[in-house]
Every structure is written in C-alpha cells, then in structure tokens.
C-alpha cells in the first residue's frame, strides 16, 4: 500500500484524474471501476477537463461501477448510473454499451462479465465512516463475489444527507464483493475529511481486520494507492 498525504480534496482530484487520462492515452481499451459518493467528484471534473482540453477518446473504454441501489432506476436522480452519467460520462465520448452497474438481473453474471473483459485495471474506491467500500458492509465475507447487502444502519445514516429524508434511502443494494475489488489489477482509494479518519488509521494498520471491509486491500496482490487529505490526516493523529 502507498500512502500520499495532499493538501485538499481538489488536489488529489487533479493527481489522480492525471494518473487515470495518462493510463487511458496509454490503454484506449482501457476497464475502469468506478465509484460514486462525494468523495470521486473532484476526480471526476479533472478527468473532463483533462480529457477535453486534451482530445482524450472514450470511444473504447469499458467501465464497470462498484454498486447501485435496490429499487431506484436510472431515472432517479439518486441511482448511482444517474450519478455517473450527470458527473462523468455525459461530457465524454463514451460508446452507448461502455457502461456496466451490478443489477438483480445481471448479478451472477457481473463477475464474469468483468473476466469477459480482462479485469478491472485500475478500480476506484471511496470509503465509509465505517470503514466500508463498495458497499460491502463490515464483517463481509472476504470470499463474496457481486451479491445483495442489507445496509447498515450507519451508512444508511451517512447515505441520507443526499435524499430528502431518510426514509428515502433505500435499505438494500448490489455490490461488488470484496472478492471481486481484490482481484483489480490496481487500486486507488481516496479519502477526504475527519470522518473517514478511524477508518483509514484501520486500514493503514497492515493487517485485514473483518471489522473493517477495507483493510482487505492489505491483501491485495496489486498495487494500491491511498489518498487522504490533510484533514482525513489529522484525524488520525
Ligand atoms: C457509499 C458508496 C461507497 C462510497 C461511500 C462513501 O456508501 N457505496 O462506494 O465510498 O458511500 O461516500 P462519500 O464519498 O460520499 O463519503
């Protein structure tokens, strides 16, 4: 794991939207996995800016998102595939098959269907309060591949700042499995703020604690990237 400590959330937005356009003029065929929250968003401007002010094609990129809501289609503005195509993909010249969520319809098959492709090359990552990623809850099987979650009551807490009550926030979705993120061929995982600080110092311990579903990418073949800001940093100490 390699950890790089920046200044602010923009910053690290502008790093690693630089590392992922480099990655796509070197690889046009290039899988991404991709994640919503607030946490990519910053990410997601620059790979637009970058990408237009540098005539960077989409045309054959194929990208795979970690999740989606139970019962929310795309129509509605809190479905992660509206999330991705209102922040990222409308302003690009993505192919109209480029786009893959976990669905009920395609869950035993998303695995395979990201194999069909050659793997993930690099996956982002958010990270919950509580430590989750995707949205794999704490004490997930390390082994589970693309499968249904009961959220916790933590992240439906967390989640709700974006609906307008929290009864809106759905209880169940598809995620990507912890198996599923282990097997990208690189990670980067970005956390911003106080309130992912218990959860990163977790991680950062070296070792996989199940209490916390993002200390698996301690093991990881691939290379992993952590980035944190300043804040995220002090809350550590
Ligand atoms: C959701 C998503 C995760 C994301 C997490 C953190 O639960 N399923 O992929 O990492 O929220 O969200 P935020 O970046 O808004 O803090």
Redesign the pocket.
Known sequence: MELYVLRSKEEIGLEVARRIVERVKENPNIVLGL??????LPTYKAIVKYSLSENVSYKNVTTFN??EYVGLDENNNQS?RFFMNDNLFKYLDFGTTSHHFPSLENISSYDEEIEKYGGIDIQI?????NG????NEPFTDIKEKTHVVK?SEN?IK??SR?FNSIDEVPTK?I?MGLETILKSKEIIL?A??K??SVAVKKMLEGTYDPSCPASSLNLAKCKVHIYIDDECYEGMK
């Open positions: 994640a919503t929250g607030s946490t990519p970690l999740d992660y990552l958010g990270i919950g309060s989750h990623i995707a949205f959220l992240t967390d989640n974006f979705a995620t970005i911003t703020g309130n992912k």
